[in-house]
């Protein structure tokens, strides 16, 4: 129990880094763009952040995971972090030149003719992160979480910061003084343009702040180590683009496949809109995606460091089955107080509520799909882990295609759902041959089956009931699942078993 204890510590520390900047933006930044965007607007924002997210998988291509792979076995650790970095700096440096060499051709094939400006402000984010990902993996390996969380929080409160001064303090100021000397950096016309502005401001400064970690970086690289590193990598590249097709391709090729209405004056805010919709449901099943998101930032070199203890896999499956009860926790938190959670985002956006439990329960598949992934990863069987990325991508490309152009995004919801149910099936059933884990499969059915049946009685509650009865009745579902988790606990430690 000291390892999970300590994987649990870790994840709350770097939940600092992780979860805490994204609920920032969650808390503040979602309901603050649903409120003065239009759902046009906001899709611009929801299918540009999109395409960020995809190309940053790329042009990372697989080297964070590596990074921890190879300092942990390889005797000459700067020399790792060093090789890393200089690759990571010549492919992004490259990709900024090309991003500025074929601006407008980029913004006319994806319908940002008007803005070209968007893709150069996005190209520069991009290769600053993607050159920052890894000082930013030495912080954890060095198990600097605080600075790590520190810069993290930082960079989400300066894009906030800034995001409130173009939104509202300078629109402000140039109604009640047009001729303040701060106006001149001020032009209403760039429009939701300023959003990315406010993220590139954060993104510079927080490689300045990272400039320490930076500078560690000696003239050293190693070819024969770096062939190694790119053998290991690349099945993490497809793993990695496969995962980003299944987790945003459908924000991408949505308006490219949803037929537009006759009669519509404007197909582009149309289809955008749709998006924005979308985009903004997909937000209120954050809660499971940050706790993901943490988990997997100290699980990934918590996983490769266990590996060397006797009782590992036990470890592993007990990470596993409390994974499982704590996700299926917060999926009941979020759809029993569905009417509290909706409000933030403006109810504008409140017809494509449905898809929320859809995404939810799609994202915990994904993060036992994570948990999985230690079989693979520790027995440098990354093609494979790839390989089953791509099956899932397959899947959702396929559920778009063929369902979106009837359904909208309801079917693009259900897409992930699919494809993370069937990505975790595979990796179950394949990493039994590998690397056999006894997980405890009946306590994870049974929390799994518990927590449905306390949804769906949450579902056939009466709308006549007063709030107050509606509101104890969901607070006692919670604490019968809460009751459930701890005394199927307590049944495992009395006869010593975790099944």
Request: proline share 4%.
């Amino acid at each position: 129990m000291g390892a999970i204890q300590k994987l649990a510590g870790q994840t709350l520390i770097y939940g600092m880094g992780t979860i805490a900047p994204r609920l920032l933006n969650y808390l503040l930044l979602t309901p603050f763009y649903t409120e003065i965007f239009e759902k046009n607007e906001y899709g611009v924002v929801t299918e540009l952040y999109a395409y960020v997210a995809f190309l940053l998988v790329i042009l990372t291509y697989g080297m964070e995971t590596t990074f921890f792979r190879f300092i942990e076995k390889e005797a000459k650790k700067s020399t790792v972090f060093s090789t890393i970095s200089f690759s990571l700096l010549a492919t992004s440096t490259l990709f900024l030149v090309v991003v500025f060499a074929f601006t407008q051709p980029i913004a006319d094939a994806i319908r940002y003719e008007y803005n070209p400006e968007y893709i150069q402000m996005l190209g520069i984010i991009l290769a600053l992160d993607a050159f920052m990902a890894i000082p930013f993996a030495r912080l954890r390996y060095e198990n600097k979480a605080v600075r790590f969380s520190l810069l993290k929080i930082t960079n989400i409160l300066i894009n906030i910061g800034f995001n409130l001064l173009f939104f509202v303090g300078l629109p402000i100021l140039s109604n009640t003084d047009p001729t303040h000397w701060a106006l001149q950096f001020y032009n209403p016309e760039v429009g939701v343009g300023y959003a990315f502005v406010a993220n590139l401001i954060a993104t510079a400064v927080t490689t300045i702040l990272l400039l320490p970690e930076i500078l560690k970086i000696k003239w050293e690289f190693d070819w024969t180590m770096y062939r190694s590193m790119l053998r290991y990598a690349w099945p993490l590249v497809i793993l990695g683009v496969a995962g980003m097709i299944n987790e945003v391709s459908d924000k991408l090729i949505f308006k490219f496949l949803m037929p537009v209405p006759d009669g519509i004056e404007n197909p582009d805010d149309y289809l955008l809109s749709l998006i924005g919709v979308y985009g903004a449901n997909t937000k209120l099943a954050v809660l499971m995606m940050l706790f993901i998101q943490m988990f997997k930032f100290a699980a990934e070199p918590f996983f490769f460091s266990q590996a060397k203890e006797k009782n590992s896999k036990e470890t592993y499956a007990l990470v596993m089955k409390y994974f499982v009860a704590f996700g299926l926790l917060i999926f009941l938190g979020v759809m029993l107080y569905l009417d509290v959670v909706k409000h933030f985002i403006n109810e504008r956006y409140h017809d494509g509520l449905f898809v929320v439990p859809v995404i939810l329960m799609g994202n915990l598949f994904l993060g036992i799909f994570y948990n999985l992934s230690v079989w693979y990863k520790l027995n440098d069987l990354t093609r494979y882990g790839a390989l089953i990325a791509v099956v899932g991508s397959l899947i959702t490309l396929l559920i778009n295609v063929i369902f979106v152009p009837l359904y909208g995004y309801a079917a693009a919801a259900w897409a992930h759902f699919f494809c993370y149910f069937f990505m975790m099936l595979i990796s179950y059933f394949w990493g039994r041959k590998y690397f056999p884990i006894a997980y405890p499969i009946r306590s994870i059915l049974g929390f799994f089956g518990l927590a449905l049946l306390l949804f769906y009685a949450h579902r056939e509650m009466p709308d006549s009931w007063p709030t107050l009865a509606k509101y104890t009745f969901r607070t006692l579902l919670v604490l019968v699942f809460v009751s459930g988790v701890y005394l199927s606990e307590l049944w495992s430690r009395k006869n010593k078993t975790i099944l």
